[in-house]
């Protein structure tokens, strides 16, 4: 699907994105939060009372750094299915610069997550770049787990099963979820939590290479070479390239995790996404680093799509994760 044969719905709302992003993004490498507060205007407010058969709440990990999360708990009507509920965690896209748990596309999304799966939906708002570069994203996606093990919150509900728990992300999440569960694999400390599955929408990965999707597709409006750069500046450490084991995680020089308990791993794929040969090395990878993945590619599908419910791709997305987490479900022995 071209651009120019997108709904005028879309097209229209990744222009006004795009403009307003670009703007913000000035070319010395700071960002006009003032300016994206615009986009913040429509983000809707926690509700106690279901909305479309889920209730969401606001919790707060850690004030000092304003880390919470938006969590989403389907009715009982909902998910009558009378055992536990898998647990996503989900990490928002934005290219580490961009967006929050609170956006509304993304509240429209794990609202959705919510009800389709059922799942209960654990959606972080981890610090942004430039201001928290490099590992703080990172770090905030791990403590999100720790804090959900401890098992301290009253809010989470009884019925939400740690032992099926899942990651998930698109673009910038799909990597900052692919580097907790690397850390995940690392840590004795989980008791609670079991990492069973990983779903990596369009993952956002990088390097200093330029590949053929990048070059064919290098007026993308979302995901330009020019924007991918400057958003990976913003966030590596202060004089890294984009070879970085953060950004080119398929490197030579990255870490090995073919030792690490990694968990099985679905990748998505678009196939008008300038992303899309380095999610296909991602996939190749971690398949050649002994670990259980699978790739579904969506031929007609943006960089994004998943956050624009009218794009046929996303029904068809949230039927092959329903799939997905209800068979790893079954092969972990849990009904």
């Not at 890294?240 to 679905?266: M, Q």
């Not at 790739?295 to 419910?309: D, Q, S, T």
Request: proline content about 6%.
């Amino acid at each position: 699907m071209k651009s120019t044969m997108l709904p005028w719905k879309t097209r229209l709302l990744i222009y006004v994105f795009s403009f307003i992003t670009r703007a913000a993004c000035r070319a010395d490498g700071t960002v006009n939060r003032r300016l994206l507060s615009v986009l913040d205007l429509l983000n809707p407010r926690p509700n106690g009372k279901p909305v479309h058969g889920v209730r969401t709440a606001d919790i707060t990990v850690d004030p000092s750094r304003s880390l919470w999360f938006r969590l989403f708990v389907p009715t009982e009507k909902v998910a009558s299915n009378g055992s536990g509920l898998p647990v996503i965690v989900f990490f928002h896209g934005g290219g580490f610069v961009l967006l929050s748990a609170d956006a509304k596309n993304y509240d429209i999304l794990c609202r959705q997550f919510a009800r389709k799966m059922p799942a209960v939906v654990v959606s972080v708002n981890y610090r942004l770049s430039p201001e928290n570069r490099f590992p703080a994203p990172y770090d905030d996606g791990f403590d999100v787990l720790k804090f959900l093990d401890s098992r301290k919150l009253e809010a989470i509900p009884a019925n939400a099963d740690l032992s099926r728990c899942f990651l998930a992300g698109d673009s910038a999440g799909a990597n900052l979820a692919h580097h907790v569960a690397c850390r995940a694999g690392k840590e004795v400390a989980l008791r609670e939590v079991k990492l069973v599955g990983l779903i990596s929408i369009q993952p956002f990965f990088g390097g200093e290479e330029r590949t053929e999707s990048e070059i064919r597709f290098r007026a993308d409006r979302l995901v330009s070479m020019d924007r991918t750069d400057w958003l990976w500046k913003a966030f590596l450490p202060e004089g890294s390239n984009r070879d970085h084991e953060a950004a080119n995680v398929s490197a030579p020089k990255t870490a090995d995790i073919s030792e690490l308990d990694y968990p099985a791993t679905l990748v998505c794929v678009g196939g008008l996404d300038p992303l899309q040969d380095w999610q296909r090395r991602y996939y190749q990878w971690l398949k050649s680093s002994g670990k259980e993945v699978s790739m579904i590619e969506y031929p007609n599908a943006i960089h994004g799509f998943l956050v624009f419910p009218e794009l046929p791709e996303t029904s068809l997305l949230l039927e092959n994760m329903r799939e997905y987490i209800q068979n790893q479900c079954r092969r972990n022995n849990v009904n």
